[in-house]
Nanobody, 116 residues
Framework: QERLRESGGGLVQAGGSLRLSCSAS?????????MGWYREAPDKQRELVAL??????SSYADSVKGRFTISKDHAKKVSLQMNSLKAEDTAVYYC??????????WGQGTQVTVSS
């Protein structure tokens, strides 16, 4: 069973910045196909925010392009730098990991609240 440990999040004013980090417990580094972040706002479906693959190729939701940057700090840790935050970015952010087998794992979530 994969364990994902999230850190960061909190309350920030609109226009501010936050950084989220996620570390995986896996010891089989070659088994990680992708890591990233999803978010779930009240009364909305969970949506992809950013994802980074094996070759460090990354993808972003249109709503965060140019404001958020995902990076791989090392093989088992990814970070999400969030700049120019908006009230609509308020959500619970979940770390995500996909193994090469296709198995998916989620963190417990960390709250990001942006006050306008």
């Amino acid at each position: 069973q994969e364990r994902l440990r999230e850190s960061g999040g909190g309350l920030v004013q609109a226009g501010g910045s936050l950084r989220l980090s996620c570390s995986a417990s896996t010891t089989i580094l070659s088994d990680i196909d992708a890591m990233g972040w999803y978010r779930e706002a009240p009364d909305k479906q969970r949506e992809l925010v950013a994802l980074i693959g094996r070759g460090r190729t990354s993808s972003y939701a249109d709503s965060v392009k140019g404001r958020f940057t995902i990076s791989k700090d090392h093989a088992k840790k990814v970070s999400l730098q969030m700049n120019s935050l908006k009230a609509e970015d308020t959500a619970v952010y979940y770390c995500y990991l996909r193994r090469a087998s296709g198995s998916e794992f989620w963190g417990q979530g960390t709250q990001v609240t942006v006050s306008s």
